[in-house]
C-alpha cells in the first residue's frame, strides 16, 4: 500500500509557538486528506487536497501539498490548548482508500 | 442523525474466543470501512465495503471477517481472537470513494483487549 512518512512523531510546544508536521511520500500522491484525532476520541476530517501546489487555510491551520504532489505539510499558527492531538495524513491507496500516516502527536503547555 | 455507531465500546475477551463488533451508519453512505489502533502504528485498514454485498480485504485482513449485507451495517468479525488482536477499532464511512469526494465519518471506537 502506499507508505508515506510522517514527521515528528511528537512535538511539545509552549502555548502560541507555532507547530508544523510534514508527511512525505516516494511515490507521487493523486490526493490527500488531514485528520484530527483528540485524546481519547476519534479522527475528525479537517481537510482534502488534490492541486499540485495548492494552499488552503482554516483559521489558524494552514495546509500545503507539495508541487511534485510527494509532500504535504500542516501548519498551525499560535498554538492553542485546543490544537492537543494527534495529526494524521491520509493519501489515497488501493481501492481509492485511505491509508494513514502515523501520526504527529502535538502537546501544548499552556 | 446518530452518524456511525459502533458498539461495543469496550470489551475484554479470552484467547480463542470470538466476538462480532457491531457497527451502523444513517447517512446512507456507500463505502464503509474498519481500520484498527495500536500505539505509535497509525490507523491501519482491515476491510472495507463499496456497498451493500461487496466486500475487499484491507492492508492488515487475517483473522477478520466482514460482510455487508445492507447498506447501513458492516460488521467485523473475530473468529478465535489473539493477544495480536488487542487494539481500538474503528468503523468508518464515508458517501463515495473516500479518494475522491471526501471525508471519512468515524465511529467512536470500540476498545478490545484480548487476553
Known amino acids: 500500500g502506499q507508505q508515506v512518512m510522517q514527521i515528528p512523531q511528537y512535538q511539545h510546544v509552549q502555548e502560541g509557538e507555532d507547530f508544523t508536521t510534514y508527511c512525505n511520500s516516494s511515490?507521487?500522491?493523486?490526493?490527500i486528506q488531514w485528520y484530527k484525532q483528540r485524546p481519547g476520541g476519534h479522527p475528525v476530517f479537517l481537510i482534502q487536497l488534490v492541486k499540485s501546489g495548492e494552499v488552503k487555510k482554516q483559521k489558524r491551520l494552514t495546509f500545503q501539498f507539495g508541487e511534485a504532489k510527494k509532500n504535504s505539510s500542516l501548519h498551525i499558527t499560535a498554538t492553542q490548548t485546543t490544537d492537543v492531538g494527534t495529526y494524521f495524513c491520509?493519501?489515497?491507496?488501493?481501492?481509492?482508500?485511505?491509508?494513514f500516516g502515523g501520526g504527529t502527536r502535538l502537546m501544548v503547555k499552556p | 442523525n446518530a452518524g456511525v455507531t459502533q458498539t461495543p465500546k469496550f470489551q475484554v475477551l479470552k484467547t480463542g474466543q470470538s466476538m462480532t463488533l457491531q457497527c451502523a451508519q444513517d447517512m446512507n453512505h456507500e463505502y464503509m470501512s474498519w481500520y484498527r489502533q495500536d500505539p505509535g502504528m497509525g490507523l491501519r485498514l482491515i476491510h472495507y465495503s463499496v456497498g451493500a454485498g461487496i466486500t475487499d480485504q484491507g492492508e492488515v485482513p487475517n483473522g477478520y471477517n466482514v460482510s455487508r449485507s445492507t447498506t447501513e451495517d458492516f460488521p467485523l468479525r473475530l473468529l478465535s481472537a489473539a493477544p495480536s488482536q488487542t487494539s481500538v477499532y474503528f468503523c468508518?464511512?464515508?458517501?463515495?470513494?473516500?479518494?475522491?469526494?471526501?471525508?471519512?465519518?468515524f465511529g467512536e471506537g470500540s476498545r478490545l483487549t484480548v487476553l
Open positions: 491520509a493519501p489515497g491507496g488501493a481501492g481509492n482508500m485511505l491509508t
Open positions: 468508518a464511512s464515508s458517501y463515495g470513494a473516500p479518494t475522491n469526494t471526501g471525508e471519512l465519518f
Open positions: 511515490t507521487t500522491l493523486s490526493n
